[in-house]
């Protein structure tokens, strides 16, 4: 008697530790994909959000998980990677790009996913990038993901056979505060998530990123 077997589809997840990375990869297992988390030692401050992701991943139902050493503090340029730099405290400002923004970060993040997605036969990347980040960094953009996607339909096999891995940003046009909601209604284990610049024992609560996340949480309703 011959046996039916059904082909999973599978996702990689880039996957930092954060909320929305988190809420990213649970919308792709929602979605009915086998998922594969990818983190990156990129030479950030502190080890803290690699530590949350190794924990996230088995919860979020990831089996996988690979972490990547693409050390770009040597050369510096962000207030993530370079000691010399202080990480702001004062908020978000209208066009201006804030000293977080690492330059190439998600463009070598991307290529990278690129090339495990092709070689696990993945049909799909997911990107956990929101209109906050679009607001300040230049590779959160929409357009910056369309021009990747181009890139990808042209820079692989799978692509010219045309079945490029997609490039998929689910919470890219949402407010914080409807990433929260969403993560509460997918069961993210939101308390276990990091968000902190720093990497102390508990948030410093005092960052962009923990003002950013808190007061999304309180306006979501979400009692920690």
């Known amino acids: 008697m011959l046996k039916s077997f059904i082909m999973s589809k599978k996702a990689i997840v880039l996957l930092s530790g954060g909320l929305d990375s988190a809420t ?6 929602k979605e009915g994909y086998e998922t594969i988390a990818l983190s990156f030692r990129y030479g950030q401050r502190h080890a803290k959000e690699l530590e949350i992701a190794q924990k996230l991943a088995p919860k979020l139902g990831i089996e996988k998980h690979y ?3 693409v050390n770009l503090s040597l050369w510096g340029g962000s207030s993530l990677t370079d000691d010399n730099l202080s990480i702001p405290q004062d908020g978000l400002k209208p066009d201006e790009i804030p000293s977080t923004y690492v330059p190439g970060r998600n463009t070598v993040f991307i290529a990278i996913a690129l090339s495990l997605a092709e070689a696990t036969q993945a049909e799909a ?3 956990g990038i929101n209109a906050v980040d679009y607001s300040g960094y230049p590779d959160c953009r929409p357009e910056y993901l ?13 692509g010219i056979e045309g079945n490029p891995p997609q490039l998929i940003a689910p919470l890219v046009t949402l407010s914080k505060v409807e990433i929260v909601k969403k993560a509460i209604k997918l069961g993210v284990p939101i308390d ?6 720093q990497g102390d024992e508990i ?3 005092i960052c962009d990123s923990c003002r950013i996340r808190d007061q ?3 306006q979501a309703g979400y009692v920690q």
């Open 24 to 29: 990213s990869a649970a919308i792709a297992k």
């Open 67 to 69: 972490i990547i050493d």
């Open 125 to 127: 990347i997911y990107l």
């Open 146 to 158: 369309q021009a990747f996607q181009q890139l990808a339909n042209l820079s692989s096999k799978v």
């Open 192 to 197: 276990e998530t990091w968000s902190c610049y």
């Open 203 to 205: 948030p410093c609560g």
């Open 216 to 218: 999304a949480l309180l």
